[in-house]
DNA sequence: TCCCGTCTTTGCGCTGGCGCAAATTATCAC
DNA sequence: GTGATAATTTGCGCCAGCGCAAAGACGGGA
């Protein structure tokens, strides 16, 4: 499948971008296609590409030195990932490794490429600085709901999160459906996937959702709200 | 105290920048003065400016509904802090408040200003990325951290981190000597000041730190080290 | 110097959440 | 269909860390 310049208009960074750049991005990038579970790069791996996400699902997750995950984000098509590489000068790492959810293709475009098109073209440097802005602020939020909330309303809060993020298909007896196993959900909220399953069968029992094998179906976002509220 | 252009060199986001841009700066920023336990801004605030801290020492914090805090970052002189509302160009609010921890004065640049300024300045866009990006690396390692390490591990690595930041003066008797409270150290590590307060009793009797009303003076970073490491 | 407000320490009891282990269930390949 | 494999559930015991409360230590101001 053929990837054309009007596709990456998709891509938020390239909102901006004249039909000529989008072009030049085409001609220098590679197309990397990665089958389920497979890794498009590894935490500390050279920095080397940046990656449009064109097909899948990728997870970007961050491990300790034991080894324990954290998820960091989930990316969809036309999403950029593996750019703060293409920021830093000198030979960066990627701080985080990805993952292919499904069988996934990308368009990896040289970090370096990247730099010297972003040196030019203001647009670019503003846009990606408008993305990186946003990470920020989410990592923040996340953050401080690490440290201060209790794992009931970080659990609750994710798949709030989860279910407005995924546009999906409203199933027919309505409720968003989500694909996500108990572990994943676990690294996503720093809990474990016993702590995860308990929560959902309690509110599976309540009503509130549905679940299945990694699969969740939220009946009731409003009552998964009134738990983050902190009336459990 | 008047402010030079060449001050204004020591600020990493204006490596780059001409004297002409940094007399810029000037012309168009105001000085403003806030004593210990003022606020520069809150969270929420409409974010119209961004800061450069000329004296004293600023931490941004976050709160969750409930009121409860956490520590974001400290400031120290010729730092940006509230930049991220420079880039949205929506009418954007600060997404944390700025306290003085002592008597401090910044000079705080229009963000309107700031965003003109970078539609026409690469160089600008490019190092505040820079800036971001370390800015996402730190908390994404930090989220981790706290998702992963269990408490008495998270304390150590503040320790140690604000140790290496300080590049303060080595005391007589060697050891780097910090300047923050129980409760500090609690909202920078997701933990309470209750925790926090055990933990250095049971450093200190090990003889690892040496600890003082709103002080506490590493003597063993490398004991710090092996705690974080799992070898309590 | 004394006082007062703030920061710190520590005992105590409690519980949220961890994590092993084993049973159960869903899915897929053949 | 039939296993084989992987995901999930749940009982159980345990303990790290919370948070109240009260006592103690410190330091600045008048």
Known sequence: ????????KQVVVFENATDDDLVLFLK??????????GYFFLQGDEASYLYILTGGQVKLTQSNPSGQLVNLRTIYPWQMFGALGAVRTDGATYPASA???EDSTALAVPSLFMRSMMETRPYLSFELMKLMTSYIQEMQARYR??????????V??????LAGQSGTKPGKEAGVELSFSRQDLAEMTGTTLYTVSRLLSDWERKGIIKTGR?????????????VVEGFA
């Open 99 to 101: 993952q292919a959810l």
């Open 214 to 226: 990694e699969k969740i179906i939220v009946l009731k976002p409003h009552d998964l709200v009134r």
């Open 1 to 8: 499948m053929e990837i054309s310049p009007k596709d990456l």
């Open 156 to 161: 609750a809060n994710a798949l709030i999160r």
């Open 145 to 154: 709901e690490l440290a201060t909330e209790k794992v009931e309303q970080r």
């Open 28 to 37: 220098n990038g590679i197309t990397r296609s990665m089958e389920e579970g």
